[in-house]
């Protein structure tokens, strides 16, 4: 049976049969009802994060870099970053992590049972701000989530950017989130040079690794980069970023041309309840992508 997310008391603004006046922007059912997605497959990454993969009633129409609101009826809603690139089918990727109520009773759904999406949110990556440059993706744990969205879509046509290079860091081997994806991105580089993938843990963990050991910002003074032609793209710990900016700076890069992935923790979806508001903007609408010469002179924006 498929859940009732929706109603139809806000299918056009007026007076609502509660006698409630119903704005005009309350009436998108994008960003106020959830649809009704069915659980596809499920698919451990981690001890503690799997893979969901669901079915909407109509493509998402996404961005990279955008997230959705995820629920389930009488247990509750959160933000949830996607982590699949643009698509033109109906399927919507999430990974989710297991650290309270809701993510609890996700990772007990079996497929063929429903959730509910709202979205999507955010701003995103536009495509536009990287064609025809080299791009560097720095990411750190969870941040390869969203991060993931928009190499796909890079990777999908990859005659339109130059020369792409991806550092992933991570705790452990047993941190490490589409290792085998991320290993075939590494293998399109091969004899062309233009794909370069590092991989690093912060402690092998007594673990097999075939990657470096070391921080996300150590790699980066060495790389062929020049930086009136790259872009860079940053997700991760909030620790992470103040000391990868200080590296790119150093390398020649303006502030104009690093994106970050600010992922603050977001609510409601539609600025209204102003938890994720960094000064005058609110990540679930104006972010969570920013560039870096938008936000770095905001005290509440980087650590």
């Known amino acids: 049976m498929i859940p009732n997310f929706t109603t139809p008391d ?32 499920v698919e451990a990454l981690t001890a503690r994060e799997s893979r969901f993969k669901v079915e909407l009633p109509r493509p998402l129409g996404h961005r990279p870099g955008q997230f959705v609101m995820l629920s389930a009826p009488g247990i509750g809603e959160a933000p949830i970053s996607i982590s699949c690139g643009p698509r033109d089918d109906a399927i919507l990727e999430m990974v989710i992590r297991r650290v309270g109520t809701l993510t609890r009773f996700l990772h007990e759904l079996e497929p063929g049972q429903w959730v509910g999406v709202r979205g999507p949110f955010g701003s995103g990556f ?27 879509a890079v990777m999908a046509t990859p005659d339109r950017f130059g020369k792409v290079t991806l550092i992933s860091g ?21 004899g062309s040079g233009r794909v370069r993938v590092i991989r690093l843990v912060d402690d092998t963990a007594k673990l097999p690794w075939d ?32 000391f990868v900016i200080l590296e790119l700076v150093a390398r ?33 609408q104006d972010g969570p992508v920013f560039r870096l010469d938008r936000v770095a002179h905001l005290p509440e924006a980087l650590p």
């Open 10 to 41: 806000v299918a056009a603004p007026g007076v609502a049969a509660s006698g409630v006046f119903v704005p005009e922007t309350a009436c998108s059912r994008e960003l106020y009802l959830p649809q009704a997605a069915r659980l596809l497959e």
């Open 170 to 190: 991570w705790r452990t081997p047993a941190d490490e989130l589409f290792r085998a994806e991320v290993q075939s991105w590494s293998r399109l580089g091969e």
């Open 211 to 242: 990657g470096g050991v070391g921080l996300v910002t150590e790699p980066i003074a060495d790389l062929d980069l020049d930086p009136e032609r790259t872009v860079a793209a940053l997700c991760g710990p909030p620790v992470m970023y103040k």
């Open 252 to 284: 020649g890069l303006a502030p104009s041309r690093i994106f970050v992935d600010l992922e603050r923790r977001m609510r409601c979806g539609v600025g209204k309840c102003g938890h994720c508001q960094i000064n005058h903007l609110y990540c679930c």
């Open 126 to 152: 536009d495509l536009g701000d990287f064609y025809g440059r080299d791009l560097l993706f720095v990411v750190g744990g969870l941040g390869m989530v969203p991060m993931r969205s928009l190499i796909q």
